[in-house]
């Protein structure tokens, strides 16, 4: 079983950025790939970014290509998103998760409560 809380969401303008973090409890953290997800209102949930087990293999969605930056310390149990040049259209509930390498929800089996990230034009 593993638990995800993610933070650093917030308010930022356009240009601006944002680091998400996702802390994870439980001592298999690093037997998953994990996976940000966006959801905006009134969309389906959207690939953001992936990462395997290690680290050393990661894979971003088209819209983020170049501006995010996934990466993890298994040490401390954590997942970062680093998210550079912000977008209005980047304004969404951000979802951290664990699985298996995928770029769907359904390749992870453990979802965060989100956090919202807004950006402003």
């Known amino acids: 079983q593993v638990q995800l809380v993610e933070s650093g969401g917030g308010l930022v303008q356009a240009g601006g950025s944002l680091r998400l973090s996702c802390a994870a409890s439980g001592r298999t953290f690093s037997s998953y790939a994990m996976g940000w997800f966006r959801q905006a209102p009134g969309k389906e949930r959207e690939f953001v970014a992936g990462?395997?087990?290690?680290?050393?293999?990661?894979w971003y969605g088209d819209s983020v290509k170049g501006r995010f930056t996934i990466s993890r310390d298994n040490a401390k149990n954590t997942v970062w998103l680093q998210m550079n040049s912000l977008k209005p259209e980047d304004t969404a509930v951000y979802y951290c998760a664990a699985g298996v390498t995928s770029r769907t929800p359904a390749g992870y089996r453990y979802w965060g409560q989100g956090t919202q990230v807004t950006v402003s034009s």
């Open positions: 990462i395997n087990w290690s680290g050393g293999s990661t």
